[in-house]
């Protein structure tokens, strides 16, 4: 089969490679769509939290293939499979990104998506991901059964609209909240439409560029607000009778909107990190506390949001035909880290192996 194979950073290499074979309890599964995120483009151009250095040990391995925003169609299972995950030869799935090792403390404690080993589809060789024809699924995989009515790369939006959605959780957003989301790539845009489906009473979106602002309002966005044309802080202001946002949700990457998410927040509001960001980041730590005894919080994955992920995409809620921006054949696997490095021109960019 086709497979795309990471040698290093900035050399990844389409090679042909033996169809991996099933063992008991897993299932072989034939790739429709795998999406290029945002994190495949870091790892590509050589990032420390993947390739590691002086601060960290290096996460990824090399000679595996990468890809964990996949769905696909299972063509090999046993009965074990089948009990486990409840699907069968012919179904399509999607796969948790996370393959939790189920044995240490975050795993015993219902948090997999922490999961201490920390293996993750398409970065570890005990995992491979899904730039290829087959990948395998393993017996530790979160599987879900996924609809066959929609083009693949839209369901395969399940990994990062997962993400958004465990984001907007941590947010624990009420009715009467008025939510900034900073960040209207596809990360940001799931978390509109997360926040839409809370109940949020005002979503403000942040960009730099019309058409994601554009996208944001079809995501469901109430305000959105063009950060160089636009004093954002001000504007949240204006529309909170100066308190400030109840809630801001951080998925741009940038240093500027961390600083930017702290000035904007009212008092006792509530702060979800959700980005990477390439290099530490500065800012005045004392708003936290002393000036607005703020709440601040992570997010990572998508911790039990998989299924309300794929309701979401089915419910057609979503302009996923404007958001999956490019499909392109496995062999045009450059092309597309190219097109998701050029964000101004593309949104979610597939490969249909
Ligand atoms: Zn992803
Ligand atoms: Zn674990």
């Known amino acids: 089969m086709k497979a795309v194979v990471v040698h290093g950073p900035e050399d990844y290499r389409l090679e042909e490679r033996p169809i991996p074979t099933a063992g008991p309890g897993e299932a072989l599964l034939k790739v429709e769509a795998v999406g290029i995120c945002a994190s495949d483009l870091k790892c590509y151009h050589g990032a420390a939290k993947f390739w590691g250095d002086e601060n960290r040990p290096a996460w990824t391995e090399p000679q595996v293939i990468p890809g964990h925003e996949f769905t696909g169609s299972i063509v090999e299972i046993d009965e074990e499979g089948t009990r486990r995950w409840g699907v069968e030869v012919g179904d399509r799935v999607v796969a948790e990104q996370i393959v939790p090792c189920w044995n240490c403390r975050y795993c015993n404690t219902g948090n997999y998506h922490m999961c201490q080993p920390h293996d993750m589809f398409g970065f570890k060789r005990r995992t491979p991901g899904a730039m290829a024809e087959y990948l395998v699924l393993p017996v530790e995989a979160l599987v879900h059964k996924a609809p066959k009515n929609l083009p693949p790369h839209h369901v395969a939006f399940a990994e990062p609209l997962s993400c958004s959605l465990h984001a907007v959780e941590r947010a624990n957003i009420a009715f009467d909240d ?176």
């Open 178 to 353: 008025v939510v900034v989301i900073a960040g209207c790539g596809p990360i940001g845009l799931g978390m509109i439409a997360g926040a839409r489906a809370k109940g949020a009473k005002t979503i403000v979106a942040l960009d730099a560029l019309p058409q994601k602002l554009a996208l944001a309002t079809k995501c469901g966005a109430d305000v959105v607000v063009n950060i160089r044309e636009e004093d954002a802080v001000q504007v949240v202001k204006d529309l909170t009778d100066g308190y400030g946002a109840d809630v801001y949700i951080e998925g741009t990457g940038h240093p500027s909107a961390v600083a930017q998410g702290l000035n904007l927040l009212r008092k006792l509001g509530t702060f979800v990190e959700y980005s990477v960001f390439k290099d530490p980041v500065s800012v005045d730590w004392s708003i936290i506390s002393d000036d607005k005894e703020l709440n601040v919080l992570g997010a990572h994955l998508g911790h039990n949001t998989w299924p309300a992920a794929l309701k979401l995409i089915e419910s057609g809620v979503l302009p996923l035909d404007e958001i999956c921006s490019h499909q392109l054949p496995l062999e045009d696997f450059q092309k597309g880290l190219d097109l998701v490095a050029d964000s101004a021109n593309s949104v979610k960019v597939s490969l249909l192996p």
